[in-house]
C-alpha cells in the first residue's frame, strides 16, 4: 500500500466535494459512463483529502449558515451521476442518498423526500468516501445540513461537517473531524437535546445568536493550489474497510 495519502485536485474536488467542502491537491483515476458490465464497490476502500473551504466552530455557525436543515431517514441509494474529466484530475461517480424526511428545521416546504449526493466511486469502481462523511447506508437516521447541488432537484451537505446521525444509545455519530472544534462544541449532545438546540437556535427572538461563516471566492488561492507537505502517515481506512494492507482492488466487489 501506498504511504502517500490520497488527495483531490482542486477542480475535482469543487465539483464532488460535499458543497464546496475541500479544495486538495493531487489527482486520482476516477470513473465515466458506466459501461456494460462494470461493478461498483459495496463499500468504500480508502479516504480521500482535501482543505476545507469553509468550516464551521460551533452550532451556532452550522445553523447560521445552512439553507436547509432537516431530520431524516435513509430509504434508498443507488448509483448518481458522473463529473469531471481528465484533464481536471478525472472523472468520479456519486451515490444518490435517497431521505425520507421526518422534520424540516429550515425551509418548512422542502418536499418530504430528498436526494442527497455522497462520494463515490472511481474509474474501477472502487469505492472512497471523502473525509470523515462515511457512506450512508439504508436505515441511518439523523440530521442533515444542505445546500442545493448543482445536479437538479439534488441536494449535498452544506460541507464536510454537516451530518449528525442518531446511534442506538440515542447520542450521535458527527462527520466532523473528531478534533475539530465544531466536535468539541456539540459532540456531547444526544440527539433530543441536538433538536431542541437547534430549533431554539432558530426562533426569531435568538437570531442574534446566529453566525454566517461565508466561502471564499470561487478561484482557489495559491496557497490552496500547492502540493500539502506529507506527513509520511498512511492512507487511513474507513472503518468498516477491511484493513489488510492491499491496495484498493482493481476489480471490485459487487455487483
Not at 6 to 18: C, D, H, M, N, P
Not at 41 to 65: C, K, P, W, Y
Not at 204 to 219: G, I, K, M, R, W
Request: hydrophobic content about 35%; aromatic content about 8%; cysteine-free.
Amino acid at each position: 500500500m501506498s504511504t502517500n495519502r490520497s488527495k483531490l485536485s482542486w477542480r475535482t474536488a469543487a465539483a464532488v466535494a460535499a458543497a464546496s467542502a475541500v479544495i486538495g491537491v493531487g489527482a486520482w483515476s476516477a470513473f465515466g459512463e458506466e459501461s456494460p458490465g462494470s461493478r461498483l464497490d459495496a463499500r468504500a476502500e480508502r479516504i480521500m483529502h482535501g482543505r476545507e473551504t469553509i468550516e464551521f466552530a460551533n452550532l451556532e455557525q452550522l445553523v447560521g449558515s445552512t439553507p436547509y436543515i432537516v431530520k431524516a431517514t435513509v430509504t434508498d441509494i443507488q448509483p448518481g451521476r458522473s463529473t469531471g474529466d481528465e484533464d481536471s484530475g478525472g472523472v468520479e461517480q456519486a451515490r444518490d442518498v435517497t431521505l425520507s424526511v421526518e422534520t424540516s428545521y429550515k425551509k418548512a416546504l422542502l418536499p418530504s423526500t430528498l436526494v442527497v449526493e455522497e462520494w463515490g466511486w472511481d474509474e474501477d469502481g472502487a469505492g472512497y468516501q471523502v473525509e470523515n462523511v462515511a457512506w450512508s447506508k439504508i436505515g441511518d437516521e439523523g440530521y442533515y445540513f444542505l445546500t442545493r447541488s448543482t445536479t437538479a432537484g439534488h441536494y449535498k451537505l452544506v460541507n464536510t461537517q454537516g451530518r449528525a446521525l442518531e446511534t442506538s444509545d440515542g447520542f450521535l455519530k458527527l462527520s466532523a473531524d473528531p478534533e475539530s472544534e465544531l466536535t468539541a462544541a456539540i459532540g456531547w449532545m444526544d440527539s433530543l437535546d441536538f433538536g431542541l438546540q437547534i430549533r431554539y437556535l432558530l426562533q426569531p427572538e435568538n437570531s442574534d445568536q446566529l453566525e454566517t461563516v461565508s466561502e471564499p471566492p470561487a478561484a482557489p488561492s495559491a496557497s490552496q493550489t500547492e502540493p500539502a507537505a506529507d506527513d509520511g502517515s498512511e492512507e487511513p481506512y474507513p472503518d468498516d474497510s477491511v484493513d489488510d494492507g492491499s491496495e484498493p482492488s482493481a476489480s471490485p466487489t459487487s455487483g
